[in-house]
Each structure stands twice: as structure tokens, then as C-alpha cells.
């Protein structure tokens, strides 16, 4: 039976829609009813043929029957006179195709063969999905606001035909994105990839700062310039730590650039977030001075390599500036060293002595592992304890600094 055009139009429209080529979703449709047919037929599977020509307009099913001279058992068989209105030159032994009243399917026929078409189209949106966004992942890419969700704040952005929500937790703090603004968030990852596959996306994720250098920086693109480690407070400030690995190549001015161009370009995508480079040092005391610019240390001493904390003596003006607002300023270069702060004056504002890190006399530890045959478990045991009780003692160290701010 031919169909009208009306459903090779819906055809269509259900590929565009789904971004699926009409010749696939053709051959969905006709698994589909195939499987619907043989359900109402079951004793005629192999039997059954599904022809469907968008060129045409042509929809038919067929059923293949056995012609014969006596009353037919099932729907495989037919009686010559019959097959003879069909064909007249059929004959006893013979085949004829015989056309199939799709619209007689029944109800659950055709419901079945619904639920396999939306099957199948889920599996090849999986699939197109995944293709698409799989080498992605982790990555900066750069998509265009469709939809702004007043009450919720959830954003929609669309990426080669593909929408994406971005949420307002991964929105960077005051920044106000309209619809038909073109902005770039970074791939977090994908989940549910075996079932439906989401894509999340961040603007406030720290290695979009690193992709957007990547993008306006050649060096770190070509991997002269390495980012050795970012900190980042979504809206208000970034620390990135870079290093050269051509000593004729300034890793700093290079992610700046000629006139502040690149790192203005980076700033402008953030909204306005201030960024702080810094020079990346293999020596920790000298990396952390430099990880709390702008404000200006006296003298780092490492108190522990195996907790990874350290005191920093910095001039008492300098105190305020080095904390930051709330503490921002060390808690950035704390992630950004991976050190544990304990930032101090120089001066003790009661007794007006000079900090003792700051004396001639003073010796800074000395970090040599014991061998393990001489360690007992006693003095495991209250290596332990000392080592538990040390940071916490900094903590609050910092803490103290903070409410002095």
C-alpha cells in the first residue's frame, strides 16, 4: 500500500530533529516494522518484506505465499483461484507477494514497533553523541547562549547542534551571559556513557584558564612554556604558575605578551577575574615567595617536607596583603605550592621582637629520613603524633593572621 507524502515528510523532519541522515532512519523504520509484522504473523517471519522509497513515496509490506490447489492452513498460503485476481499467470507450486494492510497491524504491533524506533534512535543519539564529544573531553570549547532560565539560572548553550546546560554553580559569580552571546567552558567530563550520555560543562573549572592560555599563548600551545600548576577562585583571582623549558624564552612575558594582549584577551573571556603569574621554581622556599605576590617575603622556611608546610616571615605592612581578603591570597598560593602557609609578621606586635626565623642563630630543620632498621615502633608511634600535632599548630597560626587582618 502506498503511504501519503505526509509520512515521508514526518520522516524527514524526525531526522532533522534528531540529526540523524534519512537513509539510516529509513532503515530503523523498516527493522522496526519488520519485527512489528512478525509479531502479528509469527508463523510467517522469514516470509515478510518491508520496501520503503523516499525517492517514490513508496511504503508497502509483503507477505510471501505458497500457491496451491485447496483451501489455505495459514497466511503462507493461497488458493490458485485467488492468486489468480492477484497474477494472472500464477501457478499451483508457485510464489505470489502478497500486500499487507499496515494499518492492520494492531494496536500493539504498532506500538512495539514505536518503542523500537525510539530505541534505536536513542542508541544512534548515544553514539553521535559520544563521537562527537568523546575526544573533547577535558578540553575548552567555544559554544553559543541559546536560553537564559530566570528562576534556576541554568544556561543553554549550544555546541555543533548539541545542547549543553551549564549550571549556575559552574558560572563564574556575577558574570551575566545573554542569549546569542558566543562564550567558552571547558569539557569536565561525560557520564552515563553506556545509557545517555551528559556532557558537563564548567566556566569556573581551573583549566580553562590553562586552555584559554593554550589558545592565546604559541608557547605553551608548542609546549615551550609549561603550566606547572593553577589555583583558581572563580570571579575574583587566578594563580598560575609557568616555567620555561628554553632558558632564552620568558615564561612570564611570553603569557603576557606584547602590550598585555594575552593575558588581556584571557581576563576579558573571565569576565574581568585578575590573574597573577608566576614564575615556577624547583626550590620550594623560592616558589613560595613568589606564589604569594604581590606581597613581598622576607624568608620561607620549610618545617616540614613530609607535611608539606612551611613559615613564611613577611614586613608587618605586608601582613594584610599576603592574607588577602578572607585569607584569598594565601589560600591560592597554599593550592598553588601544594604547602600548607603559616604566614607571620615580622615584628610581634606585642613584644616588637623580631620574628626568630629572622635571626642569624636561627637553624632551619634539617629533613633526614632515619634508617629503617633504627627506627623502632616507639619512636614511629611518636613521630606520628609530632607530625599530626605540626600542621594543625600552622592552621591556626593562619587562622590568628587572618583575624588580625
Known amino acids: 500500500m502506498n503511504m501519503n507524502k505526509d509520512f515521508f515528510k514526518a520522516l524527514e523532519a524526525l531526522g532533522e530533529e534528531n540529526s540523524v541522515e534519512t537513509d539510516l532512519l529509513i532503515e530503523k523504520v523498516k527493522s522496526a516494522m ?18 520503503i522509497d523516499p525517492k517514490t513515496k513508496k511504503f508497502e509490506m509483503y507477505i510471501r505465499q505458497d500457491i496451491i490447489d485447496d483451501e489455505p492452513i495459514d497466511e503462507n498460503e493461497v488458493n490458485i483461484d485467488v492468486a489468480r485476481t492477484m497474477d494472472p499467470n500464477a501457478m499451483v507450486g508457485g510464489t505470489i507477494m502478497k500486500e499487507l494492510d499496515i494499518s492492520k497491524l494492531g494496536r500493539m504491533a504498532a506500538l512495539s514497533a514505536k518503542q523500537s524506533i525510539k530505541g534505536d534512535l536513542r542508541e544512534i543519539n548515544r553514539e553521535q553523541m559520544l563521537s562527537k564529544f568523546e575526544q573533547k573531553e577535558h578540553e575548552c570549547i567555544t559554544a553559543k547562549v541559546s ?6 539560572g541554568t544556561v543553554t548553550v549550544v555546541y555543533d547542534g548539541t545542547e549543553l546546560y551549564l549550571f549556575r554553580n559552574e558560572q563564574i559569580p556575577g558574570e551575566n551571559l545573554e542569549e546569542g552571546k558566543m562564550v567558552k567552558v571547558y569539557i569536565t567530563g561525560i557520564i552515563g556513557k553506556n545509557k545517555k550520555p551528559v556532557v558537563k560543562i564548567s566556566r569556573t573549572h581551573k583549566d580553562l ?12 600551545y608548542d609546549g615551550t612554556v609549561e603550566v606547572k600548576s593553577i589555583s ?4 575574583s583571582r587566578t594563580k598560575i604558575a609557568v616555567w620555561s623549558k628554553d632558558e632564552n624564552v620568558d615564561a612570564v612575558g611570553a603569557c603576557i605578551g606584547p602590550k598585555r594582549s594575552r593575558i588581556t584577551a584571557v581576563v576579558n573571556e573571565l569576565n574581568g577575574e585578575k590573574i597573577d603569574i608566576i614564575p615556577w621554581s624547583e626550590v620550594p ?18 618545617t616540614s617536607m613530609e607535611e608539606k608546610s612551611c613559615t613564611v616571615i613577611v614586613p608587618n605592612n605586608q601582613l594584610s596583603l599576603a592574607i588577602g581578603n578572607k585569607g584569598q591570597n594565601a589560600k591560592l598560593a597554599a593550592k598553588l605550592t601544594g604547602f600548607k602557609i603559616d604566614i607571620k609578621p615580622q615584628f610581634d606586635t606585642v613584644t616588637n621582637e623580631e620574628a ?22 616507639e619512636t614511629a608511634s611518636e613521630n606520628a603524633e609530632a607530625a599530626d600535632a605540626e600542621p594543625a599548630e600552622t592552621e591556626e597560626s593562619t587562622e590568628a593572621a587572618a583575624d588580625e587582618e
Do not use: M
Not at 232 to 235: H, S, V
Open 34 to 51: 519488520l519485527k512489528a509484522a512478525r509479531r502479528a504473523y509469527p508463523h510467517s517471519e522469514e516470509r515478510i518484506t518491508v520496501e
Open 147 to 152: 536560553q537564559v532560565e530566570p528562576g534556576r
Open 209 to 220: 584558564v590553562k586552555r584559554l592560555f593554550e589558545q592565546e599563548v604559541p608557547e605553551i
Open 285 to 302: 622556599e623560592e616558589f613560595i615567595a613568589r606564589a604569594l605576590a604581590p606581597a613581598e617575603v622576607l624568608k620561607t622556611v620549610i
Open 356 to 377: 626568630p626565623e629572622l635571626s642569624p642563630d636561627f637553624v632551619a630543620p634539617v629533613f633526614e629520613a632515619a634508617p629503617p632498621e633504627e627506627e623502632t615502633e
Open 232 to 235: 583558581r577562585e572563580a570571579g
